[in-house]
């Protein structure tokens, strides 16, 4: 019952617009059961330049139990 979806929101105002999101892949990681890694692709080269902040929402059978975020820049000349 364990999900992860990656989120991508701009970072200007409360961070809820979500503008982009995929359903991560969830893999075993070593030989601890309870370690996974999380993979996800989404395209992001529609998007304008400017600041955004990526976020990992960890959930367990539908409700929100975690999360993880990090900022990142969309640079265009």
Do not use: C, M, W
Request: net charge positive.
């Amino acid at each position: 019952g364990t999900a992860v979806a990656i989120e991508i929101s701009p970072a200007s105002g409360s961070g809820t617009a979500v503008v982009e999101t995929a359903q991560a892949s969830l893999q075993p990681v070593g030989n601890d059961q309870r370690v996974r890694a999380a993979t996800a692709a989404l395209p992001i080269a529609l998007l304008p330049k400017g600041d955004y902040v990526a976020r990992a929402a960890v959930t367990i059978d539908g409700r929100r139990v975690g999360q993880v975020s990090r900022p990142f820049r969309i640079v265009k000349p």
